[in-house]
């Protein structure tokens, strides 16, 4: 009972926190799929701003005690949920990416999901990875890490603490480079194959011009594609590894900016 008193004394902090950790499951794969009902994760999420308020990772916070000062302070959480959110979704984007780029250069394009996270169409071979790779953050115990740090944050950054200064833009804009430089690393071989494929197509049409090279071309490509998808299956563990390395420092150097 006194709990519950207590409790309803600091209904202002409790939304605070409920702010921030929800924010933060937004972006997050699993979480963000529609079939998630909002009620579980809105439940989830107080369930753990309680226990962040109790095992006293919270510093009571002092803010303007008017509508706007309160408005301002619930901004700001849920501006740090997002930027931590961030750096989480993007790193998943790379198999995106990677199954876009492979569907173009295989004649695959046309070949596309209805991603309901997203609302769009995705392609089926990055829709495929990222979920091979969200499987394995689960086993790992990566939404436990994302945990951990999460309610670790409101030891670094308290309550109306947060700090939006160019630290954190700088941390952004090195989580965006990031992801480029990981994406293209993971696709050039793969698209180097399929490009010398592409040379040798142009070869032997040259030399064989009554052969239809877009009959023998499109399937072979295809082909090719499928085996080296079936090659890429036994590398996936590097894949989530060199992914897994730059996600958790993605997300410590987010935290670290808005520290600053």
């Known amino acids: 009972m006194e709990e519950l008193m207590s409790l309803y004394k600091d209904i202002d902090i409790f939304l605070l926190v409920f702010c921030r950790i929800i924010c933060a499951f937004i972006f997050l794969p699993v979480t963000e799929e529609s079939k998630i009902p909002p009620l579980a994760l809105s439940g989830l999420s107080a369930i753990l701003a309680l226990i ?28 740090v949920g997002l930027i931590i959110s961030f ?9 995106y990416f990677m199954g876009m780029l492979f569907g173009m250069q295989s ?23 990222m979920l ?5 953050f689960i086993l790992s115990g990566g939404y436990e890490w994302f945990i951990t740090i999460l309610i670790d944050s409101y030891k670094k950054i308290p309550i109306d603490q947060a700090v939006f ?4 833009m700088k941390a952004i804009v090195e989580a965006i480079s990031n992801y480029w430089l990981i994406s ?18 142009g070869i032997l049409a040259r030399t ?8 023998i071309g499109i399937p072979l490509k295809m082909l ?7 090659v890429t299956l036994g590398l996936f563990t590097v894949f989530n590894d060199i992914i897994l390395d730059e996600l958790i420092g993605t997300v410590m150097s987010l935290i670290q900016g808005m520290i600053s």
Not at 224 to 230: D, M
């Open 224 to 230: 090719v594609l499928f085996f080296l998808l079936i």
């Open 184 to 201: 293209f690393k993971l696709t050039m071989p793969i698209l180097g194959v399929l490009l010398i494929i592409d040379w040798g197509l």
């Open 132 to 136: 091979g790779f969200s499987v394995i």
């Open 87 to 95: 750096g989480m979704k993007i790193f998943f984007q790379v198999y």
């Open 165 to 168: 200064g160019p630290h954190v």
């Open 107 to 129: 004649g695959m394009s046309m070949s596309q999901l209805y991603d309901p996270a997203a609302g769009a169409q995705v392609p089926t071979i990055g829709r495929f990875y």
């Open 208 to 215: 064989v011009p009554q052969m239809n090279m877009f009959i």
């Open 52 to 79: 962040t308020i109790y095992t006293g990772q919270v510093t009571k916070p002092i803010y303007n005690p008017t509508l706007l000062g309160y408005t301002f302070v619930i901004v700001k959480e849920c501006m």
